[in-house]
């Protein structure tokens, strides 16, 4: 499994999680998030990934953040990161 990003419409990539067969192969996208992967990890049963991510952005955010007219705070960002998970 790796977290690798690519870029969409001019934006900046974002990481995702990626599978790839051990006897070689092209990668195949697991996830396809909204925002990208922080962190992940296996279940132990191995059906599933968990994988930690901020909260997508809503509809009037991404407006306003395309139109630059979004309030930034310097000290850091103050949406919550959520535990996310995904069957394999």
Known sequence: ???RGAARDGEE???????MPADG???QPLTSFAESVIA??????SARIAFVALEPQTTEQEAARRRRDDAR???GEFRRAHLWTVDM
């Open 73 to 75: 705070v310097a000290e």
């Open 25 to 27: 192969g092209e990668a």
């Open 40 to 45: 992940y990890a296996w279940a132990p049963d």
């Open 1 to 3: 499994v790796s977290a």
């Open 13 to 19: 990539p974002k990481a995702q999680i990626h599978v």
